[in-house]
């Protein structure tokens, strides 16, 4: 059985400036491709960044809405917690272990529009670590339970004991 983690997102978009409640009814394109995406390292947060997508007259971005899948699966997971334009950070439950993903991310022009640019295309790729092991726990009686994880047993600062709780 593989152990579910939890992965945080983490957006940041260079040059954006604040954006502002303002709501525009205008038919509007959808804004252009972000360029120059980076992915960071996956621990507990997948991060990215890519220069600014332009808003001139392709429409302002007031959204963001991610997808992911199991690298090999044809359907994509939308979460139903999805950042707005101000957000820059989320929570990605329900991963595996150890598990390959691709991702895309789609910058949206208005909150019920389809005008929306979804990136990267080709989807990126993740994959995740490997959950870290709990520290032992004491259950009233004075055992202590659980796995003990030791990089080196030699080295005595990395040995886990009662006196470490």
Not at 40 to 64: C, M
């Amino acid at each position: 059985m593989m152990k579910k983690i939890s992965i945080f997102f983490t957006i940041i978009i260079l040059g954006l400036g604040t954006l502002g409640p303002n709501i525009c009814w205008a038919v509007l394109n959808a804004p252009t491709n972000p360029e120059t995406l980076l992915v960071g390292e996956i621990s507990a947060n997948l991060s990215w960044q890519w220069a600014e997508p332009t808003d001139s007259t392709e429409g302002e971005i007031h959204r963001f809405e991610i997808s992911y899948r199991k690298i090999g699966i044809t359907a994509w997971t939308t979460p139903s917690n999805q950042p707005d334009g101000t957000r820059r950070s989320w929570p990605l439950m329900g991963l595996e272990e150890l598990t390959s993903y691709e991702w895309t991310i789609m910058a949206k022009a208005i909150e019920e529009s389809n005008n929306s640019t979804k990136i990267p295309d080709p989807p990126a790729t993740f994959t995740t670590t490997q959950a870290p092991v709990p520290p032992p726990e004491e259950n009233g009686n004075g055992w202590w339970s659980g796995p003990i994880a030791l990089e080196n047993p030699l080295k005595q600062d990395n040995i886990w004991d009662a006196t470490n709780a």
